[in-house]
């Protein structure tokens, strides 16, 4: 079985800081680990995922996250949040099969 | 918090018969669901956004006739797989929101099985 927790529902962080957004995971089984965002009113769209290949995993708009096993985390990162960063985030777990398990979301503001 | 009931959890079929999906909003009025699909290993891939009370926006690639959908309610939406195939088989997941900026929950997902 998978789950999921993202720790804090709202992060806010200055235009120019380091973005970081956390993502602790379980599972029985080795496992494929997603980051989405969403827009308002979109549907997500896949920011980078994690499939047993390399730890650190970049994903578009300079957004990267690094698994570790040893702290079942997943944290997303990046150096320099711009405005057009704001929005909800979330961490999914899968375990290779069919069914994905969503964390409950960080909503990420950005101040000017 | 706000809770999206999406049922059945799993399902089988033979191929050729149709299976209807459905997605509740239960304290809340979805003005909006999303309905994605998800191969094993792969992430998800959204197939259509649905309004209450208009036809749904389908992305590209995905078929109008093969997938079904109606938000009929601001508390239901359906996605009916017509004639289904083996390679239908998928994991389905809707999510619904209260409007723009407004918070996006998650159904457990349905487990599509075509025999």
């Known amino acids: 079985a998978q789950s999921v927790t993202q720790l804090g529902s709202h992060v806010s962080v200055s235009e120019g800081a380091l973005v970081l957004l956390r993502c602790n995971y379980s599972?029985?089984?080795?496992?494929?680990l997603f980051w989405y965002v969403q827009y308002p009113n979109q549907g997500l769209q896949l920011l980078l995922k994690y499939t047993s290949a390399a730890t650190l995993v970049k994903g578009i708009n300079g957004f990267e996250a690094e698994f570790k096993k040893s702290e079942t985390s997943f944290h997303l990162t990046k150096p320099s949040a711009h405005m057009s960063d704001a929005a909800e985030y979330f961490c999914a777990v899968s375990g290779g099969g069919f069914k994905t398990i969503f964390g409950a979301g960080t909503r990420l503001f950005v101040k000017a | 918090g706000a809770v999206v009931s999406q049922h059945p959890s799993w399902v089988i079929c033979k191929s050729g018969t149709s299976v209807k999906i459905e997605c509740r909003s239960l304290d809340f009025q979805a003005t909006t669901m999303f309905w994605y699909r998800q191969f094993p290993k792969q992430s998800l891939m959204l197939m259509a956004t649905s309004n209450e009370g208009s036809k749904a926006t389908y992305e590209q690639g995905v078929e109008k006739d093969k997938f079904l959908i109606n938000h009929a309610s601001l508390t239901l939406s359906t996605l009916t797989v017509t004639s289904a195939h083996p390679e239908d088989s998928s994991f389905y997941i809707c999510s619904a929101s209260e409007g723009i900026n407004e918070k996006l929950f998650f159904g457990s997902g349905t487990q599509l099985s075509v025999l």
């Open positions: 599972s029985s089984v080795p496992p494929y």
